[in-house]
């Protein structure tokens, strides 16, 4: 395993504060990662922020396209936790909470449990998880249905910022996606399927890249909606 391209960030929110981004090499490809000393955004005393702890290290190799899941003991561990306990407090809303499990099987690459979790979520962020689910079967019309549902999200203007940008080694795929000024979804999701297909190999970095950023910020964005009064 190797490791090169390092920037440090000491402004911007918990995924950029004082943070390392490295160029790790995976295979054939070259993906960005971000190592924080704070990375988890669950309290600490949390089930939740352990089980973070497990999957965090294999997020940034995350494919485009799902595979089979390699945690399953995790997995079977969200199933059967009590919401409160995961998070580590009183939970505030529970369709936040319902939605942040939800956000930890699509990091956990449990496809079919995402899929279900996020068609019972009458909520946008269920809408978004589901459409990265599809996005990630891959079903572009699917994907692109769920996203319309959407409609704005904040994180798409957290993915939108120029730390983002500055954060990647290669911009050309975020330069496409946010060129109308503001992150879109749908040039996100015909990209992710392009590269992934082989037209533009290129990108495929890049978009693992953000990818991850996409999971963490709205699962941290899930996270707070869940626990804040």
């Not at 409160?84 to 956000?103: F, H």
């Not at 992934?196 to 693992?208: C, F, I, N, R, V």
Request: proline share 6%.
């Amino acid at each position: 395993m190797r490791w090169r391209g390092y920037r440090r960030y000491t402004d911007g929110p918990s995924h950029f504060h004082h943070a390392w981004v490295a160029h790790r090499a995976m295979g054939n490809c070259w993906c960005l990662h971000v190592i924080r000393p704070s990375m988890n955004p669950f309290p600490p005393e949390s089930t939740g922020a352990q089980i973070y702890d497990q999957l965090e290290p294999r997020l940034c190799e995350l494919k485009l396209v799902r595979r089979n899941p390699t945690q399953p003991h995790l997995i079977h561990h969200i199933q059967t936790i009590p919401l409160e306990q995961l998070l580590g407090q009183t939970v505030m809303n529970q369709r936040m909470a319902q939605a942040v499990k939800a956000g930890l099987y699509v990091a956990l690459d449990a496809w079919e449990e995402a899929h279900a979790m996020a068609q019972e979520l009458d909520a946008r962020e269920g809408s978004y998880w589901h459409g990265i689910v599809h996005r990630r079967e891959p079903d572009a019309g699917n994907a692109k249905y769920w996203f319309r549902r959407v409609g704005r999200h904040p994180v798409f203007q957290q993915l939108a910022a120029g730390r983002i940008r500055q954060s990647l080694l290669s911009t050309a795929a975020f330069d496409r996606i946010v060129q109308s000024g503001s992150w879109d979804p749908f040039t996100f999701i015909d990209l992710c399927l392009a590269s992934q297909s082989g037209q533009e190999p290129e990108l495929k970095a890049e978009l693992l890249a953000l990818q991850t950023q996409e999971i963490q910020l709205l699962l941290e964005h899930c996270l707070q909606g869940a626990i804040e009064q």
